[in-house]
Antibody, heavy 122, light 107 residues
Framework: QGQLVESGGGVVQPGTSLRLSCAAS????????MHWVRQAPGKGLEWVAV????????FYRESVQGRFTISRDNSKNAVYLDMTSLRAEDTAVYYC???????????????WGPGTLVIVSS | DIQMTQSPSSLSASVGDRVTITCQAS??????LNWFQHKPGQAPKLLIY???NLEIGVPSRFSGGGSGTDFTFTISSLQPEDIATYYC?????????FGPGTKVDVK
């Protein structure tokens, strides 16, 4: 399954930006789609975005479309989530996920990192 | 968006009991469904993929079934370590969506 470790979380003010990173190891990173999923305090799981294994296709949930950008660097085994115009409702633990199947045309996001907490508050 | 519903929202059962959770999709998702176990302070863990396939290393007391819009998740003999919240997730369409979760407790 490999290892995923998120970083970059913290406390930020509304309207500001933040970059989350996810370092991957112990698997062939360039072969797998990567996702971000979040969980707001006391709430359920909410899928945020996915980038396919080769970076050619990206999909977002509507509430972050235009504000968040997912990207990857296969040479560094890393995936990123650039978040701008942050809102209080973006406060959550953000998890990085890897697909179960390599080169998947139907990315599902199945193996999770431990998460990083983002708090948006003035 | 495909809406996922789960029932019950919570349950309490005795060790050894059979526990069943249902998940319903708002439209046909074939068998593109995962089941995850989420314990507090831990990363969620995949238990079942493609609606009925047991992930490697997951105890055989966990099972899943169904296709289309109606799915079930069963713990055949509840153990104390199964205390967690369980989520279904569809991956037929974007955005991927999760059910609201079922919190399982042991009496």
């Amino acid at each position: 399954q490999g290892q995923l470790v998120e970083s970059g979380g913290g406390v930020v003010q509304p309207g500001t930006s933040l970059r989350l990173s996810c370092a991957a190891s112990e698997f062939t990173f360039s072969a797998f789609g990567m996702h971000w999923v979040r969980q707001a305090p006391g709430k359920g799981l909410e899928w945020v975005a996915v980038i396919l294994y080769d970076g050619t296709n990206k999909f977002y949930r509507e509430s972050v479309q235009g504000r968040f950008t997912i990207s990857r660097d296969n040479s560094k085994n890393a995936v990123y989530l650039d978040m701008t115009s942050l809102r209080a409702e973006d406060t959550a633990v953000y998890y990085c996920l890897r697909d179960r199947v390599s080169y998947s045309a139907r990315p599902s996001g199945t193996y999770w990192g431990p998460g990083t907490l983002v708090i948006v508050s003035s | 968006d495909i809406q996922m519903t789960q029932s019950p929202s919570s349950l309490s059962a005795s060790v050894g009991d059979r526990v069943t959770i249902t998940c319903q999709a708002s439209e046909d998702i074939s068998d593109y469904l995962n089941w995850f176990q989420h314990k507090p302070g831990q990363a969620p863990k995949l238990l079942i993929y493609d609606a009925s396939n047991l992930e490697i290393g997951v105890p055989s007391r966990f099972s899943g079934g169904g296709s289309g819009t109606d799915f079930t998740f069963t713990i055949s003999s509840l153990q104390p370590e199964d205390i967690a919240t369980y989520y279904c997730q569809q991956y037929d369409n974007f955005p991927r969506t999760f059910g609201p979760g079922t919190k399982v407790d042991v009496k």
